[in-house]
């Protein structure tokens, strides 16, 4: 006997796998991508970090499936609404889910697992979003959710015997320490702290994600670039992302495509790379290399040489640039 057990990097989602994996189960494990995960590694179970996790934990390979594409459509207008940010929960469980189902014959599974629980979620987690997003995924009675089945209505696998729901679970509500307990005693190593994955929780990045929309410039490379700096909307069709940290200096130059404009010190002066995207004229780079200049730890008021450069420009542009005030600039900031 098969299962697709939908695996996000989190505890819940690998207890449950693990769970129906001790009863006997063969487990095939998927993760879905999406474009709104925190790019560090820290907080993003993109990377090897999650397939590592999978294979210490359940000894199976994962296989990821990309979304991303598909996700954008959902964004604009999802069925079943937003929460409290941008993030359309019940739709995004249904795109999962109807993916999964499509692969269920090819892998000879019969039913699917996920880690939710039953109040967990305010949106997505409670007794009528777990109803509709098992009826509209086409999966009604094929969803398992181990953690909280003895809270739920019995799922075929139950009724068929192919899994003895005395063995399943009654977690509810948003509380962790029954998950933390089940994780000691499964031997469930190295999972992460909850740590808010999903970018369209959280309200900043909901603000430049509109702002965005706004301007119609919603694409993958647009919503990577969401997630690094501090962004300004200089123009209709123009922004500019100051980097914070070196980290994120290194990331914005990752990020930087064809007919994009970077901005930054020389070397002898620390301070940030910044980014431009758009329409940028002689006045916006000006205005551009001031901004970046105010970043630098400068106490100059004579200014700073900036270099400025088209990206794939061989060639490089110095200019000597006074710290942008506060007063010209702040209102441009998303």
Known sequence: MKAIALVSGGLDSILAAKLVQELGIEVIAFHFVIP???????????GGRVLEFVRDNLGVPLSKIDVKDIFLEIIKKPAHGFGSNMNPCIDCKILMLRKAKEMMAELDAKFIITGEVLGQRPMSQHRQALLTIAKDSGLEGLVLRPLSAKLLEETIPEKEGWISRDKLLNFGGRGRSDQVKLAKDLDIKDFAQ?????????????????????????????????????????????????????????????????????????????????????????????????????????????????????????????????????????????
């Open 36 to 46: 709104f995960c925190h790019r560090s590694k820290k907080n993003s179970p993109e």
């Open 194 to 334: 909850p740590a808010g994955g999903c970018l369209l929780t959280d309200p900043l990045f909901t603000k430049r994600l509109k702002e965005l929309i706004k301007h119609g410039e919603l694409d993958l490379d647009n919503i990577e670039l969401l997630k690094v700096g501090r962004h300004f909307r200089l123009s209709a069709d123009a922004k500019l992302v100051v980097g914070r940290d070196e980290g994120e200096n290194e990331e914005l130059m990752s990020l930087a495509k064809d007919g994009d404009y970077l901005f930054m010190p020389t070397e002898e002066m620390a301070g940030p790379t910044s980014l431009g995207r758009g329409g940028f004229n002689d006045e916006l780079i000006k205005f551009s290399c001031a901004i970046t200049c105010r970043y630098c730890d400068t106490d100059s008021l004579g200014g700073t040489d900036i270099i400025w450069f088209g990206n794939k420009d061989a060639r490089k542009n110095h200019l000597k640039a006074l710290p942008a005030k506060d007063k010209e600039f702040v209102s441009f900031r998303i």
